[in-house]
Every structure is written in C-alpha cells, then in structure tokens.
C-alpha cells in the first residue's frame, strides 16, 4: 500500500517490512538510526516497547503508551500514533452533525480500543462505555478516559450478549474477534442495533464481519476496519513525506495484497 502510493506521487522512496524478534528491538532501532530511515511503523509486539527508544512522543502515543508510527526529524526520533486517528477519519466521513459528545460504546480494551478511545476523546467525543472481558483492563482504560482526558467514561462488565442501550450513538468492535474468522460471533443482542446507530469493527480481514452484516441488516450504518487501516496509513504518509496521499490508490493496493 505505501509503495503504490509512493510510486503514484512520484517518490523514490521504498518501504520495507523487516520481521523483529522481541530481543532485538534494541539493536534494530539503533540501526534504524544509523541508516537514517525516515521512519517507519511499527506493529506488535514492539507497540510499547519501542517507547523507551524515542526522543519523544506525540500527545496521542504518550497518552496510549503506544506507538505505530515513527517520524524523524533530524536526529530525533518521534513516536505518533495514527490508529485511532485513522480510526477518527472514517466515522467522520459518516457522522452528519460530527463526533463532539457521541456517546461510544467500546468492545474490548486492548491496543486498538486505546488508540481509539484516546483520539475519539481528543476529538471531543464521549461519554465512553468500555465493555470488557477482563475487568482490569477495561477499568484502566475507563480511568485513563476519565484521568487524563477528562470524560465521562464507564467500564461494564461483558456478561453474555450486550445489550446495546438506545442512548448509543457509535458501537465499535476493537476486539479481535472476527480477525480471519468469518463465523466468529461478537456477543451482543443483535435486535439492540438500530438506525441511527453507527456500528463500527476494527477487524480489517475479512473486512465485512459477521458483527457488521448483523447491524447492516438491522439498518445500521457501518464501518468497516479496511478504511482505518488505510486511513492510518494515509497519516503516516503524510507525515514522513509531507504529502496527501490518494487513499483510493492505497486501499486498491490493499484489497489486492489481501486477495478481497
Ligand atoms: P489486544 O490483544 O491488545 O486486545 C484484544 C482485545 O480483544 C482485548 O480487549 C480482549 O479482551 C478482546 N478479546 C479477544 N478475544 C476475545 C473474546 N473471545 N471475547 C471477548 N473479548 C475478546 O489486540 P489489539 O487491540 O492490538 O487488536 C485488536 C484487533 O484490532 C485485532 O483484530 C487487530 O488486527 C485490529 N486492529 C485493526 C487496526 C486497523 O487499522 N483496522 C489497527 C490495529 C488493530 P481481554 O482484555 O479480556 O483479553
């Protein structure tokens, strides 16, 4: 998706995917250093621990404790996130009267529901429900809304199917059930989705998940986790080499490398 995009702006620039064991982050990010990449994503399990190997991090990634995306300026290398920014730019695009006060509800509390949580609250959005199978982790998400970004933000425990409650203006799905697993079902009563719910799922293969066709039937306006991925490529894009890239050329180069 990133070289398709380079080539159609004209840039010779490569982007080269490099596996990294856990033990050897250290070393390859001093060697991203010495060969002065202009930077680069990151991806798991380095998410939170490439933290320790930066000069500095955006208000976003310092807020997750996570990076996906690495910018260099100079000899200084900085940590951004763009998932949840991503995330952002596609409810956008559906939300008519905006995001400012939504009322979200979150699936799940890992990386991704962080990332979007954060950025959603930065954005104006809120009050959040996180529904979590681990209490912990959605009570330090509900915390961290409610501490650092000071939103309304409550956790609730996932018993059985949720149940959707007609104040809900977004539902997301960042848990990762659904990912390369057509039949996997998301717990939630599906006859509590109705318009004019946007109904959201993280999970970009395959990209139309059971959860989304349940609430598209319903009449439910959808999202799907193909456009924040490429929507957080498309941040990163700019942000190294300072240019718009055409999302359409880059969710094309997408779909063919996914066999969609
Ligand atoms: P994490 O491992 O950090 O978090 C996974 C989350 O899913 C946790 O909240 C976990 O709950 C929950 N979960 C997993 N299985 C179940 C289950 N059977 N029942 C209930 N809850 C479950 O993963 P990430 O947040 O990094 O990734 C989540 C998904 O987001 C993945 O599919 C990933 O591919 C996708 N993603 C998509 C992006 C995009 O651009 N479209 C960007 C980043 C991620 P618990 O805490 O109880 O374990």
Redesign the pocket.
């Known amino acids: 998706m990133m070289e398709r995009a380079f080539d159609h702006h004209g840039l010779e620039w490569r982007y080269i995917t490099l596996e990294v064991a856990p033990e050897a982050l250290h070393d390859a990010m001093l060697g991203m250093r010495a060969m002065r990449f202009r930077g680069g994503n990151i991806t ?1 399990p380095h998410k939170v621990d490439v933290l320790r190997y930066l000069d500095e991090l955006s208000q976003a990634a310092g807020l997750m404790g996570a990076v996906n995306c690495i910018n260099r300026q100079g000899d200084r290398l900085i940590g951004e996130n763009t ?1 949840g920014k ?1 995330f952002v730019q596609s409810l956008v695009k559906v939300a008519d009267d905006g995001i400012a006060e939504k009322n979200v509800v979150i699936l ?6 962080r990332a979007i949580a954060v950025e959603l609250a930065l954005s104006g959005a809120g009050p959040f429900t996180i529904v ?3 209490a912990e ?1 959605g009570q330090h998400l509900a915390a961290l809304l409610g501490q650092q970004l000071n939103v309304e933000a409550n956790y609730a425990p ?1 018993e059985g199917d949720y149940r959707v409650s007609e104040a809900t203006d977004v539902l997301i799905n ?4 659904g ?1 390369f697993d057509p039949d996997a079902r998301v717990p939630v009563d599906e006859t509590s989705l109705a318009p004019p719910l946007i109904v959201a799922d ?3 293969n395959p990209p139309n998940t059971r959860f989304l066709a349940a609430a598209a039937d319903r009449g439910c306006t959808t999202l799907d ?2 456009g ?2 490429v929507n ?1 490529g498309v941040i990163s894009f700019e942000i190294w080499t300072g240019i718009s890239p055409d999302p359409t050329v880059m969710r094309d180069a997408l779909e063919e490398y996914l066999g969609l």
């Open positions: 798991k998932d991503g799940g509390a890992g990386g991704a529901a979590n199978r681990t982790r996932w960042a848990t990762s059930i990912l993280v999970v970009f986790g193909l924040m991925l957080q």
